[in-house]
């Protein structure tokens, strides 16, 4: 994922994906080609409601950062928007990415686990993309997101879910799981 996201997926990914979900055109056109080469979300976080101008933005699963970069524009530069990622090949790139775009109010942060590295009562809005059915320590990580958010704070987030029961071959796939 973190060279491209290209052909590994079922679902438009890339710019195509970020078309398809309904993210802004703006956003998309001004966005550097190597932001939108590694997107693979299964959702629009940002259809759920308003990033207010000045608002503190956690992403949980940041990726190559595309969301971040919506958020950074949302927020503005009175906001702070932070990512948390498991994998340090893409802190690395979207560190990469967002430093291309000139934002300044964007960090973020290589994790280990569900334990998220920032205060109680931090963030405004919380947002992810096709990341939390990864975790399997969910109600840990529920836990942790509702710590860190702000009273009447948002969670504001699009995931993928089983509707039926999985064939048996498949139940312990790691494909399976990313699909």
Known sequence: MALSSEGKFEYPTGRAGAEGLGYDPVFI?????????????????????????????????????????????????????????????MVDLARQNLAESGLTNIEVTHVSSEKIPYDDN???????????????????????????????????????VLEKELPGALAGSPEAWSQ
């Open 29 to 89: 056109s001004e966005a550097s080609p190597s932001l939108l080469k590694s997107f693979c979300g299964v959702g629009n976080p940002f259809s759920l409601g308003a990033i207010e101008p000045g608002a503190t933005v956690l992403d949980i699963g940041n990726g190559a950062g595309f969301d971040l970069y919506v958020a950074s524009r949302l927020a503005g530069e009175t906001g702070r928007v932070c990512g948390i990622d498991l994998t340090r090949e």
């Open 122 to 160: 931090t963030f405004d809005t919380v947002i992810s993309n096709g990341v939390i059915n990864l975790s399997p320590c969910k109600q840990e990580l529920f836990q942790e997101i509702f710590r860190v958010l702000k009273k009447n704070g948002k969670l504001q987030f699009a995931d993928v």
